[in-house]
């Protein structure tokens, strides 16, 4: 059963910007608008790294090479988070992948491409 649907990634220039979507088409309402929601990422060689979290309290933190440049959202009304990433840079290509941490839930994971 699918917990967690990524979309929105592709190839872009450095530079440019893309923005990330993360749906839980099973959740209940009131259980994720209680959950922390994070997005991961690996890149090619590399082990999966922690990029940013939301708490339910709308809370962020940010790994320090995004930080100001990626900025993460939810609508809980929607059951969605977002990425939303600006300035991105060649090293941000990678797997982007949704994390649910309250239930281990992890999506399939959407490519983002970023050209020099």
């Known amino acids: 059963q699918v917990q967690l649907v990524e979309s929105g990634g592709g190839l872009v220039q450095a530079g440019g910007s893309l923005r990330l979507s993360c749906r839980a088409p099973r959740a209940i309402l009131s259980d994720f608008s209680a959950s922390d929601m994070s997005w991961y990422r690996q890149s090619p060689g590399k082990e999966r790294e922690f990029v940013a979290t939301i708490t339910s309290s709308r809370t962020t933190n940010y790994v320090d090479s995004v930080r100001g440049r990626f900025t993460i959202s939810r609508d809980n009304s929607k059951r969605m988070v977002y990425l939303q990433m600006n300035s991105l840079k060649p090293e941000d290509t990678g797997v982007y992948y949704c994390?649910?941490?309250?239930?281990?839930?992890w999506g399939q994971g959407t490519q983002v491409t970023v050209s020099s």
């Open positions: 994390f649910r941490p309250s239930r281990g839930y």
